[in-house]
T-cell receptor, first 111, second 112 residues
Framework: EDKVVQSPLSLVVHEGDTVTLNCSYEVTNFRSLLWYKQEKKAPTFLFMLTSSGIEKKSGRLSSILDKKELFSILNITATQTGDSAIYLCAVEEGAGNMLTFGGGTRLMVKP | DVKVTQSSRYLVKRTGEKVFLECVQDMDHENMFWYRQDPGLGLRLIYFSYDVKMKEKGDIPEGYSVSREKKERFSLILESASTNQTSMYLC???????????FGEGSRLTVL
């Protein structure tokens, strides 16, 4: 069964909209959760979350982790066409060497 | 500036051919990873290595092998390529059990 599940699979919005992307996970020995943005090439790092309830913020992007309910959300406010990408969530567990990725959310922002 | 370099951006191979995908990182990272990425399936871990000559199977190791003879280089080998191995292959590295993964640009392999 899938350990890391992202929703929605895809999303189309208009510039200026706010979006919320979800990542739920089920692992036995959680260490951290990471968010990445992937445009045409390599994924680029956005956030790493280890503690519940502490929001991480970078410009219009923010993310928070709920370790009790086992999920994280990534918020993007005032979306721009440059936010169009695949957003990937990954969970690190155990001894910390392996990361398991979710299937990604494909976001398209229309002008 | 940190860098993970994959030797080939695009490859086209025939069924049954042996394929080598090379990855080099210049950050002295202990951990290196090979993922494949397919639409709707996200990134799936093939193999990873936490030290020279050490390797661990990921979620989908069948049909692949790896080699890590030097700390900076991690190679993915397809002994006999098959059409279902057509995919985007991403190499990544990180410091031992800490922080973000740094990715290469990817190698898009097509097996005919």
């Amino acid at each position: 069964e899938d350990k890391v599940v992202q929703s929605p699979l895809s999303l189309v919005v208009h510039e200026g909209d706010t979006v919320t992307l979800n990542c739920s996970y089920e692992v036995t020995n959680f260490r951290s959760l990471l968010w990445y943005k992937q445009e045409k090439k390599a994924p680029t790092f956005l956030f790493m979350l280890t503690s519940s309830g502490i929001e991480k913020k970078s410009g219009r992007l923010s993310s928070i982790l709920d370790k009790k309910e086992l999920f994280s959300i990534l918020n993007i406010t005032a979306t721009q066409t440059g936010d169009s990408a695949i957003y990937l969530c990954a969970v690190e567990e155990g001894a910390g060497n392996m990361l398991t990725f979710g299937g990604g959310t494909r976001l398209m922002v229309k002008p | 500036d940190v860098k993970v370099t994959q030797s080939s951006r695009y490859l086209v191979k025939r069924t049954g051919e042996k394929v080598f995908l090379e990855c080099v990182q210049d950050m002295d990272h202990e951990n290196m990873f090979w993922y494949r990425q397919d639409p709707g399936l996200g990134l799936r871990l093939i193999y990873f290595s936490y030290d020279v000559k050490m390797k661990e199977k990921g979620d989908i190791p069948e049909g692949y092998s790896v080699s890590r003879e030097k700390k900076e280089r991690f190679s993915l080998i397809l002994e006999s390529a098959s059409t279902n191995q057509t995919s985007m292959y991403l190499c990544a590295s990180r410091r031992l059990a800490a922080g973000e993964l740094f990715f290469g640009e990817g190698s898009r392999l097509t097996v005919l």
